[in-house]
């Protein structure tokens, strides 16, 4: 069975999903179109990088991601770094010949996205950006009663992503509250995968009116790593540093097709823990998600008799998309493992069968062109175009 | 026990809300402060009316309204008619010296609205407007929490109201689809209870950004009776005739406090049938609500310890606003008619102990300031002020 | 219009809920077989009785229960006192002709209710035990789909019924916790409740298997009121006495059908407040109903195809049961007042087209016999038959 | 780092799990107690062996379980064959020495599982049963509840779990559906699961009074494959054969700590996929879990201010119970992976460092135990001691 040698840049816990998903793919996936070898961990120094991989499981390690991009043994460079690398790996890794795997999102801005994309697609390369949450099977579900017609013409959707981990004011300045490093907050971070959920169930999104909010606006400067989600709050005297990105996003959007819709995304919604939700309306039906259930999607048929009519709680298992790779019954449990071992099968098998894969870098930039939109919008308190 | 002559101005399904409510008040909230007596019901013709009267234990009826309103033994004029006679049976209630509950929107437009607040203030009577589900008793805990500060500054508001009884094109086009009559669709019917809510339990919104949809552009003309909003659908070739209002409403707010928000009203949502929900993030605590599990609010208090942190559903009762008045336990059942008790009850209370009740006419006409601002933001395609 | 004179014995809550339900009945369901009339009002004393007339509505009041049950001009008894008082006023009243309607359990014993139940018949007079809650048209929506075969063969059924307002130890001891005055504790109050709707659902019961526990053995003494349903706590040194009923009872089942089944009542469940809940499993689909969430049946069918096979949420309206008399459209909002209106409806269609109606005292009567073999399964540690 | 090395024993659907637990622990354990190395894969046939071991990423295959369990290098025999298989193979894995992991449930009887106990005792070795479910980090912070006393004293427990894989007549006679192989139906294949988490919740049973059924009586016999889990269904004219366990199991429970409790399993439940639930009443506080949502826990505490009190549903993450191992921020996403994963977690660590880990061989026995009683007393139909 053929191997791919997939070389990891970046040694966090994007780094444990990414390497359980190349574990456990082949189990889950078999026969599997490739089996995903974990070669070489890149972390900033030897010694984070040794560590790492030993705990990934890689063979080798390595500081230095340059010499790694130029191994000839190399097949696959997988991004896990802040957003602030990802463009200058990525075209490296691109112009080496690599095919990549990068973190969402794709990077800072629709400008860095665009001389990635512009360089994966010299290089001939596959490319994938991990907006692993749309592989959750319940979404693909979605996806799949749209493509058959069941919901009818789509009218409206509805989309949040409310978080609570920084929403205390102790907790520290990460990478992810600068925007030098994350291009920008809780928009690229946490609002570009409803984007991408957006994208991938009605449409391309055509226009945007948005407002953006700092309400934390400084924290705790951070000693001694650079993200640790706001596990650890600060207490006492400590020294706090401006945050210069969005802690909150809400926006109206209009599709190219015709739909309408919102989006909306904060760091400050206490209770709401990972909290991914979309709800879609069309002319025969509706949808309604939540991740924090993710089992579970809950769908309405119009043409229900109108004494059982309702929105029906489906849990997934073999009968649904990716079903037949998970689990051999519904809900015996769905996580963010099986996200990410969904995301790599499909990634593995778009170099090994030379098939499109979805979200690339195209849809990467394009993420990256509405979210700078939405920015700009907020800006200029008005509609902005995204094309 | 002093006793308050009614007399309702319209016989329909609100009719029958309101007579329950006069007729139920007393035994609720006991001893009450005045009891409600349903003296004379109005309707179109005698006929009508003389049945209208009989049902709803009336003891006179009447198919002249300017007669009722003059009749020097009525204390409260109670309007249930289609919006667009709220004004001129205002007006003439008011100048007649007679207190008013009329039913929402206050009136089409904002300008409507103010005539009807001008007669009001001039009359020195009461008015209230009857936005019911702010009297539901979990929002009412909700505005508890808040006042209290337990969720500390609010930060943003998400309110929706979904329906699906006119998702359906073959259900016909009763007055709430046509804006002589009804003013606005979704936005006036709908939107507007959202609106209250919203100003109930953040403040005042000062700007608006709105996109309108007429999803369903016509609709089966009625035949036999103005209003069945959708039960009987027509089938075969039936005429039709334009819908001249929106069937969905989508908006950003901002409020006069700092806060932001969104509300979405729509008439096309399947399986949403009277989906008023509303959820607020405060920099200490969140709340969350959903009318169609009305007994129950949810809420998040940060100050909780992590490891037991996450929002609680708290079921009203006894120890709850209302709630002394209301079942002596918690979750034996609010329904629409202890909505439309309490309401009564704060009405009657107003007029014999000289308080202050809301939403009066005040809050009616702002809600239509905000509401003819979110109609001319979607014609403009820009954010509109609301003073 | 026909109308019935009503005189009610008892004013506590129970007389709150049923003399809106009088009042509203008229208003929901017209026209109505007979408009029932509020007379007289029965209490232990003169003044209660006649603050509880006023506050009701009723037009006279009485503390001679005996005479009031003799007045020619009363149609029906509707009984709300405590359960011992149940069996003599309802046999004098079927003594006396009176149709009757009587509060829940039907009385303390199967021999007490087995006396009213020859009193009536002997009387051929209309009667029934307010066993409202499964008057929720979700729950007769559940019965509808059972009738239809929609559900298939009836495997089992799973019951519960638990509240929390006296699980604290400090709760006072109404009459409810008293033997002589209750006949039994969360079985008589609570559990009686569901054993109807188990019957209403599934069919009768044959057998029963049972543990009753009274974890709570002493209350603190009520002063002035016999049944405040534990809303003032007692702090401090009070006397205390003992409960000498049970507060909790879990029962496995078997119907004459073959079903099988499990029953759970109890008092000391924190959290559920008025936890009414059942699962029915059949050969071809499922429901599951909670009372909290009343406007809502959830429903499975076997038939549906399996990649949207799931429950599915149904809010009752004008399509389902009961719903053309209650509220335009779903969710609007079933209440406690609700259910007691539908119940009036039935009983007093009852009488004025002699038709038979369900839960009668034969009912009632079946109800007491399965509560006394429960209880005695529960002392003998076996299963006991109930016929 | 220690390694230790793996024969697996079955490569099934349970082989899939137990892998991607050894290939991901040290990705979320690290440092790990050892590294656990994949070494030996044993399957019926060489071919099939193979297979599984490149799927599963074991080095090496064989057909010949005895001489594996006998192989020096092995430290670890892990069982996921079907039942009938666990004694023979963990009797000869203890005399070899080999610490063991063996799949649930530990044998068909208890008397087998005696001998298996007693085997491991005799050689020394570690031991556990993969009742995986109760890692689950909502499951292990009821625990932590309880053992802090936040609920006080237990008074209830009411478990289920809930199928419907099987509940077509059409689905195969898998060997779940024998008891010469699986011992018995529901009741071992997941009501055991329940019973494990009662034992660990609460404490051990003394006492069970059971019904069974077998509602489903005879099956397609299968072709091709013991164990489809139902997922392919017969059409047309198949040879059946009759069922010999039950389907489902309905029982009540006493705790050894005077506590009293239900359980319920079956495999017949439409609707419910896989329906893990328990509801626990202490004096003090209430918990409910269901593991269809498993990211939650729903804990209600007495002490909370009554206008404030209600289940809170609390989603684990870094705070919880091995949260800190597995993602940074609570509903990132538990699946069926993640248990195992804190399975082999638990197990590997008492190997390394000598500790006691539960469920161990006689939790296993215990619950073979229970699990006899409940056969004997739906068959004797009287209560039945479990010691």
Redesign the interface.
């Known amino acids: ?1 053929r191997k791919l040698n997939v070389a990891m840049i970046g040694g966090g ?1 994007m780094g ?1 999903a990414h ?2 998903a190349y ?2 793919m ?3 996936f ?3 179109p490739a089996v995903p070898y974990r070669r070489t961990l890149v972390d900033v120094t030897d010694e984070l990088a040794k560590n790492a991989a ?4 890689f063979e080798k390690w390595s500081s230095d991601w340059r010499s790694v991009v130029e191994d000839p043994e190399v097949d696959i460079i997988d991004i896990v770094t802040p957003n602030d690398s990802h463009a200058e790996i990525a075209i490296a890794a691109a112009q080496n010949g690599k095919h990549i795997m990068c973190e969402k999102p794709l990077a800072r801005t629709a400008e860095e996205s665009k001389r990635m994309l512009d360089a994966v697609k010299a290089a001939g390369v596959k490319h994938m950006v991990a907006f692993n949450y749309r592989r959750t099977p319940a979404i693909a ?1 979605a996806k ?2 749209i493509e058959e017609g ?1 919901l009818g013409k789509i ?2 959707f ?1 989309g949040t992503y ?4 920084s ?2 004011p102790n907790s520290p300045l990460s990478w992810r509250f600068q925007k030098s490093i994350a291009g920008s907050g809780a928009l690229g971070d946490i609002g570009t995968h409803v984007i991408d959920m957006a994208r991938y169930l009605v449409g391309d999104i055509s226009e945007v ?1 948005a ?1 953006a ?1 700092t ?1 934390i606006k400084e924290r705790p400067v951070q000693s001694g790593g650079l993200d ?4 650890v709050k600060a207490s006492g005297n400590v020294e706090k540093s401006a945050v210069d990105v969005d802690d ?1 996003i ?1 926006t ?1 959007l ?1 599709f190219e097709n015709g739909a ?3 989006l ?1 995304a ?1 760091r ?8 991914i939700t979309f ?1 879609i ?6 949808v ?1 998600f939540n ?6 999607l ?5 043409s ?1 008799p ?10 997934t ?4 998309p990716y079903g037949g790779a998970l ?13 990410k071992i969904v995301e790599a099968h499909d990634f593995i098998d778009a170099i090994v069968n030379d098939k499109e894969v979805s979200p690339n870098f195209e849809d990467g930039y394009r993420i990256a062109v509405i979210s700078d939109a939405i920015l700009a919008s907020a800006e200029a ?3 902005v175009k995204t094309k």
Chains 1, 2, 3, 4 share one sequence.
């Not at 030993?54 to 499981?57: A, F, L, Q, S």
């Not at 400050?268 to 990972?274: Q, S, T, V």
């Not at 109108?306 to 849990?315: A, L, N, P, Q, S």
């Not at 298992?317 to 649904?320: D, K, L, Q, S």
């Open positions: 069975m816990f444990k390497s359980i574990a456990g082949p189990m889950f078999w026969p599997a030993e705990r990934y499981g579900l799949k009663y069941a009218l409206n509805r409310l978080q609570d981990w929403a205390d009116m407002m909010k309400w640790k989600l706001g596990t909150e809400s109206l209009r309408v819709g919102s909306e904060t400050n919604a206490w209770g709401r823990n990972n909290y709800e309306h069309g002319e025969k039906g509706s309604f991740y924090e259930r993710r089992d579970e809950q769908v309405c048929f119009s229900d109108e004494d059982r009519r309702g929105f029906r709680t489906v849990y298992g073999p009968a649904h689990w051999p019954i519904p809900a015996l449990g769905i996580g963010y493992t099986e996200t308190d008005k509609w």
